[in-house]
């Protein structure tokens, strides 16, 4: 199973930004210690995929462990040095991260899981041009599975660079190319938010609420929206759910701060 995990905006998204993630986390390490020793690339697929769930969970010693261990049985296992390169970035160690994603690359040259990933190591480390030229490797990979999901994070990464407009053009293909990509449509929401445009942030982050659950990330950004548009009732709602629902929330500290910008 390919996930991405969607990084942090402002008060908004959520962390992240994985390709090729964990198909099946709880039987990854029995599954590795049955495979017949010659099978090298499978067990360092297995490691590499426990690493990965290590990764999703923060657990970066672990996370850390299983890649070299991977690298270990199979020194040419690009995932391996993918996963390597993301929780180096995640431990701020940039120069490691930068020659583990270099050797990926050397491993599986326009790899697109690999490309999406090194393009936001690139971004997070403010590379924003570099970032979206390995973004658009993966968009542009017709084998590839998770292209939408990689508009999100190309769109992030043009609104990091204040590139607003490129940010909404590739959240709109990219929520026209999957109606279910959630993700996208809050981070729309937001856009809009922070572009002034009330009425329609409004109206994407009730198509989000139609499609998920609320979170108290897409509370937070309705409270906001609605005290911009005068809508008393619905910022009370809001304000309820976000104190039954999430009152230990990074947003709840945010609003008892009074920081709504």
């Keep these: 199973m390919k996930k991405i995990i969607f990084a942090l905006l402002g008060a908004i998204l959520l962390s992240g930004c994985v390709s090729n993630g964990p198909s099946d986390t709880p039987m990854a390490q029995p599954l590795a210690q049955q495979i017949p020793g010659n099978d090298v690339r499978k067990r360092a697929s297995i490691h590499t995929e426990l690493g990965f769930a290590y ?29 390597l390169g993301l929780i180096y970035l995640e431990l701020k160690e940039i120069p490691q991260g930068e ?7 050397s491993l599986a040259p326009g790899d697109p899981d690999i490309s999406n990933n090194y393009g936001w190591f690139l971004c997070e480390t403010n590379r924003y041009t570099k970032a979206m030229s390995y973004f658009d490797v993966a968009m542009k990979n017709p084998l590839y ?27 709109q293909k990219a929520t026209r190319l999957d109606p279910n990509n959630t993700r996208g449509v809050l ?51 809001y304000l309820s759910q976000m104190r039954q629902r999430f009152p230990d929330s990074n947003e709840m500290v945010l609003l008892n701060q009074g920081r709504f910008e």
């Design 55 to 83: 990764y999703e969970q923060k657990n970066m010693v672990a996370a850390l462990d299983e890649a070299r261990l991977s690298l270990s049985i199979d020194s040419s296992y690009a995932l391996a040095y993918n996963l």
């Design 99 to 105: 020659e583990a994603f270099q050797r990926a690359l």
């Design 145 to 171: 599975s998770a292209p939408a999901l990689t508009m999100n994070n190309a769109a992030q990464c043009a609104s990091k660079n204040g590139d607003d407009a490129k940010a909404e053009e590739l959240l």
């Design 187 to 237: 981070f729309l929401a937001d856009l809009y938010y922070r572009m002034g445009r009330y009425g329609e942030a409004r109206l994407k982050l009730m198509d989000f609420h139609r499609k998920s659950d609320m979170t108290a990330a897409s509370a937070w950004l309705g409270l906001r929206i609605a005290r911009k548009t005068g809508e008393r009732l619905e910022e009370a709602r």
